[in-house]
């Protein structure tokens, strides 16, 4: 049976992967792993995984096919190259890291290994914004995401929720853009607002972040002459056409994290381990959008945004 390891057991993990995990156990023994014994303990039993591991080391001892790496972003580049040097697969959460010159070298050096390093880019794999997708070619795509009065330093923000603002705008252009207007609006070092123009001779693109919105939402919307479709908060799908506007919304039993495309995107990159199909996130689209952010971050350290 394929042998597949997580480091890392924190929030993330244990929202978005371990429930799904533990649905996969007929196809994949999975190794728990952090030195958080009780934590390790705890999980273990919540989801009657069989194999722990109290550190990389040990992890990688047990020879995995891959490794799953949900640990915070500063350790992601250290773990991702010990794992590919050991020959090893890998999934990190987004994003790879919040350096793109390392993201670049690290997806070079999976090249070089002949090995998959997939970012969990999730909203690319929620299945309404799939379905958006779909509706090509698209002239105008405008993807927002807003939160409540929230206060978070310039670069935690740019590389922690805009990265998927810009990979879903870039996901649902379905184009390499050929050119970018960056603004980031801050006080006191912390963001307000971040936005990209991002423009193809055919189309532009607009990815928006609003720290200081009213209310938490999430909007991604494809516009062409067959209509103007839009997907609301992964959960509802409506089309305006012909004067008519038509709706669709998930059956009520539908499990969140399939709608929110964590579980299609953990079985895509299974099935890219069994050599099934290609990564599930091509290197050369996530290199772009972790370059994107890092453009937004240089634009706010120009205009002395950030502490």
């Not at 252009?173 to 050929?178: D, H, K, M």
Request: proline share 6%; glycine share 4%.
């Amino acid at each position: 049976m394929l042998k597949i390891g997580v480091l890392g057991l924190g929030n993330i993990a244990q929202k978005a992967y371990l429930p799904v995990m533990a649905q996969l156990q007929d196809q994949v023994d999975w190794v728990l792993c952090t030195r958080n014994v009780a934590k390790l303990k705890n999980l273990q039993q919540k989801f009657g995984f069989a194999h722990t591991a109290a550190d990389l080391d040990a992890l990688l001892a047990q020879q995995p096919t891959a490794i799953f790496i949900h640990t915070p972003t500063p350790t992601h580049a250290t773990y991702i190259e010990k794992c590919l040097r050991a020959g090893v697969h890998v999934y990190v959460d987004k994003p790879v890291s919040d350096n793109a010159a390392e993201v670049k070298r690290l997806y070079q050096l999976a090249a070089q290994q002949g090995l998959l390093l997939t970012a969990g880019f999730n909203r690319r794999f929620a299945p309404l914004n799939a379905k958006l997708q779909q509706r090509q070619p698209a002239q105008t795509v405008l993807v927002q995401k807003n939160r409540v009065a929230t206060a978070q330093p310039v670069p935690f923000v740019l590389f922690d929720l805009m990265p998927h603002v810009v990979d879903t705008a870039l996901f649902l252009l379905g184009q390499t853009p050929t050119h970018y207007h960056y603004r980031v609006l801050a006080q006191d070092g912390l963001l307000q607002q971040a936005s990209v123009v991002l423009e193809t001779p055919t189309a532009t693109a607009y990815a928006l972040l609003n720290m200081q919105a009213g209310a938490n939402s999430e909007t991604a919307e494809l516009q062409n002459p067959q209509g103007i479709a839009q997907v609301t908060d992964l959960a509802t799908y409506s089309v305006q056409a012909n004067g008519v506007t038509t709706q669709q919304v998930f059956p009520d039993w539908t499990p969140n994290l399939e709608r929110r495309g964590f579980a299609p995107l953990i079985r895509a990159f299974i099935a890219a381990v069994q050599g099934q199909q290609v990564n599930p996130v091509s290197p050369a689209s996530s290199i772009l959008t972790h370059e994107v952010c890092q453009n937004l971050l240089a634009y706010a350290q120009k205009n002395k945004l950030t502490k």
